[in-house]
């Protein structure tokens, strides 16, 4: 029997972004480029101590979302049913910068809906 999984993250679309989330909770650190001086510092931490991050990026400046479990510390809501970006008008370039059925976009929701499948 198929797992219950979302709509939201149909890997056929529709790509409702205020229904899926998937890019927010399942791709990773979201990369804070010293450029993004409109993101809010204190919900970004250092890359220094990251796996993922060579420490030259650090050097760079190059920061990151605070995250839980993956999931951006600024989303809001339930991914796959309604979510919202808490900082939209000043989030990451790297997020405004995402397109909604790119590559990246797939493999996100491909990763979400592994992680969230009943
Ligand atoms: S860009 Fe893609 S993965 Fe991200 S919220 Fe929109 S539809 Fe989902
Ligand atoms: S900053 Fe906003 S758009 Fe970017 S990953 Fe976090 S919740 Fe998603």
């Known amino acids: 029997m198929e797992a219950d ?6 890997m056929d679309g529709p790509y409702d972004c205020q229904a899926c989330g998937a890019c927010c909770v399942a791709v ?14 204190r919900r970004t931490r250092s890359v220094r101590r990251m796996v993922g991050f060579a ?29 919202a970006c808490g900082i939209y008008d000043r989030r ?9 059925g790119s ?4 493999e996100a929701r491909a990763s979400a809906r592994a992680r969230f499948s009943a």
């Open 28 to 41: 990773g650190p979201v990369a804070v480029q010293p450029h993004d001086t409109q993101v809010p510092r």
């Open 55 to 83: 420490s030259f990026e650090a050097d760079l400046g190059v920061r990151c979302m605070k995250a839980d479990d993956g999931r951006c510390g600024a989303l809001v809501g339930q991914p796959g049913s309604r979510v």
């Open 103 to 106: 590559g990246y976009c797939l």
């Open 92 to 100: 990451p370039s790297v997020c405004a910068e995402f397109q909604p």
């Open 5 to 10: 999984v979302s709509p939201a993250f149909s």
